[in-house]
């Protein structure tokens, strides 16, 4: 294959990988970068899908162990093998990264092994071998952000990494960050045993998440025994033959504690992978926090050169980039390309789930926004009672003289699927009225939505 392309991808992530395969399909010639010896990035190797599959087996224990007999269903008390939970987890990741493998393959597209630098606008250094492409795109994600002074041995003091790949469930897990990925993860072995705590510097969980969701999901999440340190930060770890000893200060000052804990996840967030690509060299644009600068085309500030996904400005999510990516492959190949910030979902993928697009109460309240809310509870749907899965709700918020949708916050059992209705909702610019007139199946969750809606500026019937 020669070395003159249309497009070279950094990265082979969700951000990277719908990009490279929307450009081979609209005729591009594409070759893509990475480093490491599978395919997908952070998200389908150590992320989101692993950590998926250990939540969904969790789930699955946690329901043998506590809802099972309520139904009728005698198995014994079931036991965890997490040599096996591990390659059920490993599986997953292999069916997927190969799947994306596959994609390459159909889609003619080169998987250049190895790490690059950008030696010159449209040139490439992987190894010994330079490559010359007419655009450039970096979509090298993000790593896990760090604490000093405390070391990340990926064995007892882990990060995202380590904490799926534990080889016994630990009696006691303490985490360090109160966001999607600690109670996701904090969920997992909490299920299986270990006894969580969480270390929290802001007064309250999931920061920029709607405030009543968090105060109902905190409360959940303590019925599960989650313990909570708020207001409060890790200063030092302590390695002992016994395990780990923690200390833990108030975020605003004061006296310090010490906790003793088997394992601690740092999960205080992920910062922008940008180091190692030659980027100041070439004279490419970075923020403080170490992310590509891009116009509204993802364009940086040198020719030939663009960016998406984590190693931007933006939500650290995967759905997000790949929106990114497969804009950005539209443009260079003369199409039209769009990604619309107002409506990327997020979802904490714990039981019950929490899901949210759009506006908060609070963001609305600071613009000055005058709004409508339609609220709905989980317990009073026939199907969540049926499944006694009746912890949560779903509420709308919509703009009180257009009635148009601004926000959607969703917690209950498959709120991650739910949200999706009010995304395309939202995407078309409907009103809770819209949401209210649709026909939805029954029985069924999503009809939380429909009565949350009628519930806006009227009343839900089932209430």
């Not at 591009?28 to 599978?38: D, G, I, M, S, Y």
């Not at 890790?234 to 780990?244: D, P, R, Y």
């Not at 969703?410 to 709120?415: D, S």
């Amino acid at each position: 294959m020669a070395d003159a392309l249309d497009l070279v991808v950094i990265g082979s992530g969700p951000a990277g990988y719908e990009c490279a395969i929307k450009a081979a399909q609209l005729g591009l010639k594409v070759a893509c970068v990475e480093k490491n010896e599978t395919l997908g990035g952070t998200c389908l190797n150590i992320g989101c899908i692993p950590s998926k599959a250990l939540l969904h087996a969790s789930e699955l224990f946690a329901e043998a162990v506590h809802a099972f007999p309520g139904m009728g269903i005698n198995v014994g008390t079931p036991k965890i093998d997490v040599k096996q939970l591990l390659a059920f987890k490993d599986e997953a990741v292999t069916g997927n990264t190969k799947g994306i493998e596959f994609l390459f393959k159909k889609n003619k597209i080169e998987w250049v092994k190895g790490e690059a630098r950008i030696a010159a606008p449209g040139k490439l250094q992987v190894g010994e071998r330079v490559i010359e492409t007419k655009n450039i795109v970096i979509a090298t994600g993000s790593d896990v952000a760090r604490l000093p002074g405390i070391e990340i041995d990926e064995k007892r003091i882990v990060s995202s990494t380590g904490a799926l790949a534990l080889e016994k469930v630990p009696e006691r897990l303490l985490i360090v960050g109160g966001g999607v990925i600690g109670l996701e993860l904090g969920s997992v072995w909490g299920r299986l045993g270990a006894k969580v705590t969480v270390v929290e510097f802001l007064d309250a969980i999931l920061p920029g998440m709607d405030g009543e969701v968090v105060k109902n999901f905190t409360r959940i999440l303590k019925k599960q025994d989650f313990e909570f340190k708020l207001g409060s930060k890790v200063t030092k770890v302590e390695k002992q033959a016994s395990g780990l000893k923690v200390t833990v200060e108030p975020a605003a000052g004061g006296a310090a504690t010490v906790l003793e804990a088997d394992v601690v996840l740092v999960a205080i967030g992920r910062v922008a992978y940008t180091d190692r690509l030659g980027l100041e060299a070439v004279g490419v644009k970075t923020d403080k926090r170490g992310r590509v600068e891009v116009d509204a085309n993802f364009k940086t500030n040198v020719d030939g050169i663009y960016a998406v996904g984590d190693a931007i400005a933006g939500p650290m999510l995967a759905h997000k980039g790949m929106e990114e990516g497969v804009a950005l492959a539209e443009k260079l190949a003369g199409h039209y390309g769009h990604v619309n910030y107002e409506v990327i979902p997020a979802v904490v993928y714990t039981s019950p789930e929490v899901a949210s697009v759009g506006k908060t109460e609070e963001q609305l309240k600071a613009e000055g926004v005058e709004y409508n809310v339609g609220k709905f509870p989980f317990t009073a749907n026939g199907r969540a009672k049926a499944n006694k899965t009746t912890e949560g709700f779903v509420k709308i918020l919509a703009d009180k003289k257009t009635d148009r949708v601004l926000g959607v916050h969703i917690i209950g059992v498959n709120a991650g699927e739910l949200i999706q209705e009010a995304v395309v909702a939202m995407e078309f610019a409907g009103s809770s009225e819209d949401i209210a007139r649709m026909c939805f199946a029954h029985p069924t969750l999503s009809e939380a939505v429909k009565e949350a809606a009628l519930a806006v500026t009227g009343l839900p019937i089932h209430m």
